[in-house]
């Protein structure tokens, strides 16, 4: 099958200058590729620092990338021409890991989602309307949140309006960057399964963006392990979970913190 | 052996503009013996950093604790006058924040910030104040505590600057350690590097700590009790390995049920629906009468809406508020 988002040899390097004037060069991406089929899951783990922010912020063409490409319905978006990269970006949504801090606080809920709706034109205000309910709807939020403001809102529900606003502009792919790392235990659990339903309804393609390994491997089809900028292995997640190859990957799963764990022996009180 | 510790019937409540007063803490007992790690477990709203800030008395000004007492180290400190207050915080009793990012001044060096926590409640010479710092930052940073210590904070890493805290935390020799949430914003080596960090200080010094987190799995391995907070009630106590392998409350089993246990699991679960509790833990959905976990509970019974339960012990110090074990 035809993937739907191919990366290849991705490079973003960024240059900054040190307090003595001489420049810094800091390779972020260090030719990065893989390639994620339509309506699966890429799961990008690695540890702070290993370039896997950068590559969302590539994708969705919030970064341009140094060289390498990024091939999206049969083109390549780093080289397109800004008006037709233009026509694709909405096709691939980025969600952030703190919604108090991605969503307008002093928008209310419909105006946060209705913006985007109104940025895609063509509607009619009651059909706008209507979306923007059926959208709220489909991430499990009420429609009489309608006029809070996102403060009002608990951290799950401000993270499913961040689902629903990028929804709206009925993307392909979702590039969920840390989305479920900021919120509570039981709240992680209801936002994956919504996830989950949504890939299943909507057909959806996620590059979930994680140092979260159990959680990767819960929504995963695929495994793609970064350290240094580079993609170090990658492969089915069951595979990469029973038969790490690389130390870095080894190291994560580790780290994985688990109920399960040793347990010390306890004081005498 | 005597407790560092005792918390009795703890109410904290906060007023909001108009409206009546909100209990962030009803009723929370609990003790903590020298060189323990008590974990507290709880989500958004279940008052676990009002538990932390009121163990201090640092509450905003919009908080009040109403009733109860802390003991510490045999003292009220409750009923402590606001001097004796100022020598405990800091030197005494520590916090380390959530936040290195945030808790740590931007503009000042690692060693200086260290240095200024020790200034403030030692009364030792500067140069021997200076040595201390030394001596304090070397035990967190054995490899590189010279760069560390002329460093910035945003020269530094998450997992470094969390030390820094800690560094700060621990240069008065305190007796106990409060951690409220101090790897949350961290990766999970990183994580787990900091638990290390936190074992070894509380051996090594003896040291009694409450580690507060919303994550269960930290715990494991770390803590040597477990208390479950649950809308400002300890839903459960108990030894860690007991709490954490086989959880008694409603609240308690569903929260473990609902974190993905992939790597236990022998057959594929990828992609399944994961076992959640409905709805939030935020304060406006708590119940006025009854269990508060009631309106969220898969186990909930006549009695449950009509008061609150009562603390029912199983044995080997694990208690639990739940009609199900008798209330």
Redo the contacts between chains.
Sequence with gaps: MQPLLRVEKLVKCYERQNVFGSREKLLALDGVSFAVAQETTLAVVGESGSGKSTLGFCISCLEIPTSGSIWFEGRDIVVLAESERRKLRPQIQLIFQDPSNSLNPRWSVEEILLEPLNLKGKLKREETKQRAVALMTQVGLSSDMFQRSPAQLSGGQRQRLAIARALALEPRVLILDEALSALDCSVQAQIANLLIELQRTLGMTYLFITHDLAMAAHLADEIAVMNRGRVVEQGPAQNILRHPKEEITRHLLAAIPSLDNAERPPLES | ?VPILEVQDLHVSYRSSGEASYAALAGVNFHL?P??ILGVLG???SGKSTLATSLLKLLPSNGNISRGSILFEGKDLLCAPAGELEQIRGKRISLVYQEPSVALHPALRASEQVFQVLAAHESAGKSALRQKTRQVLASLFPKEADRISNSYPHQL??GQRQRVLIAQAIACGPSLLIADEPTAS???????EILGVMRTLRDELGLAMIFIT?????L???A??VLVLYGGRVAELG???TV??SPKHPYTR???Q???????NTR??????????AG???AAQLPLEGCVFEPRCPDRMEDCREREPAVVNLGE?HTVSCFKYGG
């Design positions: 052996m013996m060189n323990e989500e958004s709203g890493s998450g961290l990766d999970s080596t990183t994580q787990k919303h994550n269960p799995a930290l494991a391995g770390f040597d009790r030894l860690a390995r954490l392998s569903a929260l473990f609902s974190m993905p246990q992939i790597l236990e594929d679960t990828r992609k399944t629906k994961l076992p959640v509790i939030d833990s935020s110090s």
